[in-house]
């Protein structure tokens, strides 16, 4: 008896393009379930004074990212919803969590591999915050669906136009937070080496560079650090284009934001006697020292500006703080002269953060600075059904979780499996004929670490959000880990239905080169 033909709709359920648009579904319908129990978003006081900006209510500042509020103002004037910058950030991560999937997927290993793209969605340090609309959280996932693009334009040929939209991404991210520059540097160093990669392998730059092309790929480590070196030029020609952009619609007012960590630097680090000795004037001198024994009463030695300083010279929020070029020049004579203690109190602050987490959940009771400013609440039963799960499940059972030590821990031994991966496949007979995603893991794993460090002389508190983006980029990594393993565990030749076939020589010539 013969068996009977497949039909077209069960070739089609079994294709990659089914299961790629079971994959969207999975991503799709949480994602509009999220935004249903959300919209229009959570708020802090940050936010409340962003969405003002966005609406016309107040003038724009540099104290917050202008670059939210400008497109924040731009979904509202298409779209008239205050909440359409919340349902931005949801699809920004939706869309990179289905490309995650897809990758996976499509890169040959089991379909339940390719469930934790989507799944991604679901954890609770994604969860978390999600709810808000914190820069943080839309440069996190801005810079996540960058790296998705990438990733594609390694893999697919003729993809190399994706690096413009992902260059986009890494801007808005830049402009989001400026320290984002330090997540930002090992994906350029990524794309440098995507477009070596690139001018390598085509044969009209053979042609055209002649003998000169043949010193270019002997000396690719060389030419990968000019190339990363003009991508983060590009980036900052983006940023400043960007903000040229925008201070000629707004006007734009200088808050001089950088003057809260001379603040800090100078009230915590300076002692009170080398204070009053130096040349500034005397209202700022007493007002610090004032201020000083406020915030020690609190057990507070950061943030200085809203625990115990009394805010800007007007006593609100987000007002320049008074005498800010003498308080600068105290920092240059009384903190940066003295490194030993600036780096034991700098240490002090990144301690606490680094071990500890607040701010893990904001709560819908938390919607005062949001109602100042006109956002209206969400469903409050959404706290019933989400918090439970973020802060009686997650974070009451795996503390460790919101915390930048383990993230960062886990960063450090993704990075020693990369190093040992590629040394395997430098000696491996199969490595010419198997993908790897160890240059992913080494750009992701090496961001994450590169932003959690790169607060020390920055950071004002423990808030979770600051470490949202190495904890998300630890988790995409992990994913390609998984990958890999599940790969190695099967059949060599073993394919997903519809999976991309053997690699193109291109691919194969990626193997033991670094990103």
Request: proline share 6%; with cysteine; glycine share 6%.
């Amino acid at each position: 008896m013969t068996a009977p033909k497949p039909t077209k709709l069960r070739g089609f359920l079994a294709s990659a393009l089914a299961w790629d648009v079971f994959l969207a579904l999975l991503t799709l319908v949480p994602s509009l379930v999220f935004i249903k129990l959300f919209f229009p978003g959570r708020a802090n006081v940050d936010i409340g004074n962003q969405y003002a900006q966005a609406t016309g209510d107040i003038p724009f500042s540099d104290w917050h990212p202008p670059v939210m509020s400008a497109v924040w103002r731009g979904l509202i004037s298409i779209t008239g919803a205050a909440g359409s910058l919340f349902v931005l950030q949801v699809g920004i991560l939706a869309l990179a969590c289905w490309g995650l999937g897809v990758i996976v997927h499509r890169w040959g290993v089991p379909r339940w591999v390719s469930l934790v793209g989507p799944t991604i969605m679901a954890t609770p340090w994604v969860v978390s915050q999600m709810t808000t609309m914190w820069k943080d959280t839309q440069m996190a996932v801005a810079i996540l669906l960058a790296v998705v693009l990438l990733i594609i334009t390694r893999f697919i040929p003729k993809t190399w136009l994706l690096w413009i939209p992902a260059l986009v991404l890494l801007v808005y991210a830049f402009g989001l937070r400026k320290n984002a520059i330090f997540a930002i540097v090992p994906i350029a160093v990524y794309i440098g080496y995507l477009m070596v990669k690139r001018l390598r392998s085509s044969r009209r730059f053979a042609r055209f560079a002649g003998g000169a092309g043949a010193r270019f790929a002997a000396r690719r480590g060389v030419a990968t650090a000019v190339a990363s070196l003009l991508v983060l030029i590009v980036l900052g020609a983006g940023l400043k284009a960007t903000d040229a952009a925008i201070e000629s619609q707004e006007d734009v007012a200088a808050t001089g934001q950088i003057s809260q960590i001379f603040l800090d630097d100078v009230m915590f680090s300076v002692p009170n006697g080398d204070l009053q000795a130096s040349d500034a004037p005397a209202e700022l001198k007493d007002k610090i020292s004032t201020a000083r024994d406020k915030c020690l009463e609190k057990g507070e030695i950061w943030d200085a500006y809203w625990n115990c300083y009394g805010k800007g010279a007007t006593g609100k929020d987000f007002e320049p703080i008074a005498h800010q070029d003498e308080l600068k020049d105290l920092w240059l004579s009384e903190v940066i002269t003295h490194p030993l203690r600036y780096v034991e109190y700098r240490s002090a602050v990144f301690s606490f953060y680094f071990f500890s987490s607040a701010l893990e959940y904001w709560p819908a009771e938390w919607h005062f600075d949001a109602a100042k400013a006109g956002l209206k609440q969400g469903s409050v039963k959404a706290d019933y059904i989400v918090k439970p799960y973020v802060e009686d499940f997650a974070l009451d059972t795996f503390p460790m979780l919101f915390k930048p030590w383990f993230w960062t821990l886990l960063a450090s031994l993704l990075l020693i499996f990369a190093y040992r991966a590629r040394a395997r496949h430098a000696t491996s007979l199969e490595a010419a004929g198997a993908r790897n995603f160890w240059p992913e893991i080494t750009m992701l794993s090496t961001s994450a670490l590169f932003y959690v460090f790169g607060y020390f002389p920055i950071v004002p508190s423990n808030h979770f959000r600051y470490t949202f983006w190495p904890a998300l980029a630890v988790t995409t990594a992990l994913l390609f880990v998984l990958a890999r393993w599940r790969t190695r565990r099967g059949p060599a030749a073993r394919q997903a239905p519809g999976a991309q076939q053997a690699p193109t020589a291109t691919d194969a010539s990626d193997q033991g080169t670094a990103p």
